[in-house]
């Protein structure tokens, strides 16, 4: 059963732009988190947000949560060609469930 | 290094013919499980565990097996594949249960499954 919902599918954009994505899920959750994966790799762990946060930064990302709208964005500043990767949120306690993910391209 | 480590990384194999793909972790993590993704579905769980002797389905447990029978091993054994089973199949692992961060898996690179 699919959680989380990622929009868009596709994003393309030129370097030094901003990335947004957003995440929408269905049920309450204890945390949320952002993972990202390049082609046909393994997924790598970026960001988790907890319930009671609203904002979390990392380096160039930047993790909303509401969870009155039981959504979550994730905000990349300043892209680079080699964030060129699909992103996934996922949520869930021991059993984590992922979205299907948004394909962000940053051309040179 | 602290990783997840799966083999084989890709294998071509033909219907019915039973395999396995291991999966070992160097870092005492409790919890291990199975994904599998394919094109416009995501990642699905497959089977999860929550410690030695303690498996469970996840999502799309048909067609597969797997067995925890040491805490750094879970592998995952298609008795008779079928075409169907054709995907990359990831591995994961995190430390343990309910504890606030706990969860965040570290995924192994991946095996690339193809049923002919």
């Known amino acids: 059963s699919q959680q989380g919902e990622e929009d868009p599918q596709a994003l393309s954009i030129q370097e030094g732009e901003n990335a947004t994505m957003n995440c929408s899920y269905k049920t309450s959750i204890n945390n949320l988190q952002w993972y990202r994966q390049n082609s046909g790799r393994g997924l790598v762990h970026l960001i988790l947000i907890r319930s009671n946060e609203r904002e979390k930064h990392s380096g160039r990302l930047r993790v909303t949560l509401d969870t009155s709208k039981k959504s979550s964005s994730l905000l990349i500043t300043a892209s680079r060609a080699a964030d060129t990767a699909s992103y996934f949120c996922a949520t869930g306690l021991v059993k984590l469930v992922f979205g299907k993910g948004t394909k962000l391209t940053v051309n040179p | 290094e602290a990783q997840v480590t799966q083999n084989p990384r890709y294998l071509i194999t033909v219907t019915g013919k039973k395999l396995t793909v291991t999966c070992s972790q160097n870092?005492?993590?409790?919890?291990m499980s199975w994904y599998r993704q394919d094109p416009g579905l995501g990642l699905r769980q497959i089977y999860y565990s929550m410690n030695v002797e303690v498996t469970d389905k996840g999502d799309v447990p048909e067609g597969y097996k797997v067995s925890r029978k040491e805490k750094r091993n879970f592998p995952l054994i298609l008795e008779s594949p079928s075409p169907n089973q054709t995907s990359l199949y990831f591995c994961a692992s995190t430390p343990g249960q309910v504890v606030s961060g706990a969860n965040v898996l570290t995924f192994g690179a991946g095996s690339r499954l193809t049923v002919l």
């Open positions: 870092m005492n993590h409790e919890y």
